[in-house]
């Protein structure tokens, strides 16, 4: 089965600077990868996803790269706010898997002032 | 995105009870949705996948007659937790996304305590 490993588990930035998450699959099938924020207590959010048709895409501050050769993603967020402190995770699906995903172990960002 | 609505998002039990926790999609219909856990600072673990429907499909390791899922319309599956111990104590999240469609969308999450 697939399988997604991520990395840093933690990350500390400062304010206004830039944070990088990366993620690497194994199952070369694989063609949906979105990202996810989780705030404590709270169920994720989707906050951007790619498809493995596309090698970047953004969204105001956030951005996802996708390098199908070397089975990696990462997640780029720009001008880090206190408010994007949470738990992010990475995620791998295969399109007609009926929405399946296989989760990445998870990053705690923390923004400081 | 779509709304997926879970409930409760929290409840303490007894040992020995058996607990409800509802997943529904507000706003489309979902043939197949699906339970995750999730303990503190850990990753969504998948335990089963919900069809509407039909039988369940649990993952390696889940007991299925502990966790009962039941997805009996295209917006609504429940999973109960039946004869609930302090080990069950968890984050329990659920998913959906619209048929066709790869997004998923999950519920605020049920934080179950047994005491």
């Known amino acids: 089965g697939e399988n997604v490993e991520q990395h840093p588990s933690t990350l500390s930035v400062q304010e206004g600077d830039s944070a990088v998450i990366k993620c690497t699959y194994s199952?070369?099938?694989?063609?949906?990868f979105p990202w996810y924020k989780q705030e404590l207590g709270k169920g994720p959010q989707l906050i951007i996803d790619?498809?493995?048709?596309?090698g970047e895409k953004k969204d105001q501050r956030i951005a996802v790269t996708l390098n199908k050769t070397a089975k990696h993603f990462s997640l780029h967020i720009t001008e880090t706010q206190p408010e994007d402190s949470a738990v992010y995770f990475c995620?791998?699906?295969?399109?007609?898997?009926?929405?399946?995903?296989?989760f990445g172990t998870g990053t705690q960002l923390k923004v400081e002032l | 995105g779509a709304v997926v609505s879970q409930h409760p998002s929290w409840v303490i039990c007894k040992s020995g009870t058996s607990v409800k926790i509802e997943c529904r999609s507000l706003?489309?219909?979902?043939?197949?949705m699906f339970w995750y856990r999730q303990f503190p600072k850990q990753s969504l673990m998948l335990m089963a996948t919900?069809?509407?429907?039909?039988?369940?499909?649990?993952e390696q390791g889940v007991e299925k007659d502990k966790f009962l899922i039941n997805h009996a319309s295209l917006t609504l599956s429940t999973l109960t937790v039946t004869s609930a111990h302090p080990e069950d104590s968890s984050f329990y999240i659920c998913?959906?996304?619209?048929?066709?469609?790869?997004?998923?969308?999950f519920g605020q999450g049920t934080r179950l305590t047994v005491v």
């Open positions: 199952d070369s099938a694989s063609n949906y």
């Open positions: 919900s069809n509407e429907g039909s039988k369940a499909t649990y």
């Open positions: 998913s959906a996304g619209r048929t066709g469609r790869t997004e998923a969308f």
């Open positions: 995620a791998a699906s295969i399109s007609g898997g009926g929405n399946k995903l296989t």
């Open positions: 790619i498809r493995s048709n596309v």
């Open positions: 706003d489309f219909q979902a043939t197949t």
